[in-house]
């Protein structure tokens, strides 16, 4: 089984029902969600008078991403910078010092809100875009999921306190990346700042600066009385303008999700940074497994656009589903070819989820518990919060506790609402699912009504905790 009807179908620009009949012509009664294999598919596709291309089932995401654009029509953009360090070096103060730089008349004044990603604008007219999710964690787990963001890793080390562990995490991580790093030594304000000893420790993980007759940049900060910030920001310019950043404005959209959550009134709503293209309100896009059609695009200061170019992030609206940080994003040119994308991706997560545990309903994984064939209840979480789903997720793992036998195991765990992936998940390994602020979409619904699958929703986290624990111990009571 290679391929849905429906799929095929998208694959050919043809109408479900003509390729549903074209099958039962040929004796193969199909419904459209149902898949066909290979051979039976190449049959329909020469029936319709299409050429038989096979390519293998990965193949469906080519074309997404990987043209090259041609020289000719590459222009410059801003860089786009990640800001790490040792905590407590002043990573965040800096992000905040640097937001502030905006010295466009105009646009001073603005409300600024947190959306996970924002640009700023020198007097020369240039941008620089910085990520605002600062730590290894973020620059690390987007990098994981294929997200390559960053041109250049604004590496601080306090003046005050020089080189600590994680400075040296975030040069490995830098390097890794083979991104480039430009110093800033931070707290320059404070009496007992050695900005000296910061450049000999950096010497010992060979990062050598200008001044000791190397090629990194340094700049001397202070986030708290901001010297040397637009010096800081100059040099960012002067770095980017030597990896010569370009990209092409004038195609479909391209580019990584920053930050996505699921917002009362607004729906999921995604912070996402644009690299090449130019994404347009009315645009059809797929993130990660989820896709939509732009409802609406806004800058860092609440502000609706019409569209967004190379570098600029934005936050999108109008997707049907929460995706992950470091998910894609591309514009597509049809709501099919987008369902058939998600679908693609959303049966390869499941595939995956699946080699887990046997078939069987909740119930029948109480009785297995209960005779001892079970050590683990699996459960899914969805929540409206990446917070409150970890902070679930980190309690229900914790909930056995040492004296009892059998054990949470969190099978999946993400933001957004009950999707039909996650009852399927639920009946096909027994697993408790968990709505905690988030309800189920209509089809999971009926989806988890056919298949017997119970969703528990909650509001108050000790609840749920009271409730797995309950359900554990009530499994494990009757052993006498
Ligand atoms: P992060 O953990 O790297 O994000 O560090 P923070 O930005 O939270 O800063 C840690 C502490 O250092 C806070 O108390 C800041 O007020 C302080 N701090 C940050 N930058 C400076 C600076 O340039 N000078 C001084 N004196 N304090 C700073």
Do not use: C
């Amino acid at each position: 089984e290679v391929i849905t009807v429906q799929e095929l179908a998208n694959r050919m620009a043809e109408r479900g029902g003509d390729v549903v009949k074209s099958l039962m012509r040929m004796g193969v009664m199909a419904t459209i969600t149902q898949s066909i294999d290979a051979d039976t598919a190449e049959l329909v596709v020469a029936e319709f008078g299409h050429k038989v291309k096979r390519v293998a089932e990965s193949d469906v995401e080519i074309g997404l991403r990987g043209d090259e654009d041609e020289a000719e029509h590459l222009q410059p953009r801003p860089p786009v910078v990640t800001i790490m360090g040792h905590v407590d070096h002043g990573k965040t103060s800096l992000l905040d010092a640097l937001r502030h730089t905006n010295v466009v008349s105009g646009e001073a004044g603005g409300i600024t809100q947190h959306i996970g990603a924002y640009q700023v604008q020198v007097a020369s007219g240039q941008r620089v875009t910085f990520i605002d999710t600062p730590g290894h964690a973020a620059f690390t787990e987007m990098r994981a999921r294929g997200a390559n963001t960053t041109d250049i890793v604004v590496l601080v080390v306090a003046a005050n306190d020089g080189v600590m562990p994680q400075t040296v995490e975030a040069i490995r991580h830098a390097r890794a990346a083979g991104v480039p790093i430009i110093v800033a030594i931070n707290k320059i304000d404070l009496p007992d700042a050695k900005p000296e000893r910061v450049r000999t420790e950096l010497l010992q993980h060979e990062i050598v600066v200008e001044e000791m007759g190397g090629e990194t940049l340094d700049v001397p900060v202070s986030a708290k009385t901001r010297e040397g910030l637009d010096k800081l920001v100059e040099t960012i310019l002067l770095q980017a303008e030597v990896l010569d950043l370009k990209a092409n404005p004038d195609r479909p959209a391209e580019g990584s999700v920053i930050e996505a959550k699921l917002e009362r009134g607004r729906g999921s709503v995604a912070t996402v940074l644009i690299q090449r293209g130019t994404v347009k309100v009315g645009d059809i896009f797929v993130a990660g497994g989820e896709w939509g059609r732009v409802r609406a695009l806004l800058d860092d200061r609440g502000q609706n656009l019409k569209s967004a170019g190379p570098a600029q992030p934005v936050e999108v609206l109008g997707l049907n589903g929460t995706p992950l940080a470091g998910d894609d994003f591309v514009v597509v040119d049809s709501e099919g070819r987008a369902r058939e994308i998600t679908e693609f991706r959303t049966r390869k997560r499941r595939e995956a989820s699946h080699v887990a545990t046997a078939r069987g309903s909740l119930e029948q994984m109480f009785e297995k518990i209960r005779e001892g064939e079970a050590k683990e209840l699996p459960v899914i979480i969805k929540g409206d919060v990446q917070g409150s789903v970890e902070a679930i997720a980190g309690s229900l793992e914790k909930v056995a506790g040492d004296n009892l036998e059998v054990k949470v195991r969190v099978l999946h765990s993400a933001v957004g609402a009950i999707t039909e992936s996650d009852v399927t998940l639920a009946a096909s390994t027994g697993a408790m699912l968990i709505g905690f602020n988030v309800r189920a979409n209509p089809q999971a619904r009926e989806m988890a009504k056919r298949d017997g699958v119970e969703i528990r929703y909650y509001s108050i986290i000790y609840n749920v905790i009271d409730d797995v624990k309950a359900a554990l111990t009530g499994l494990l009571a009757p052993k006498m």
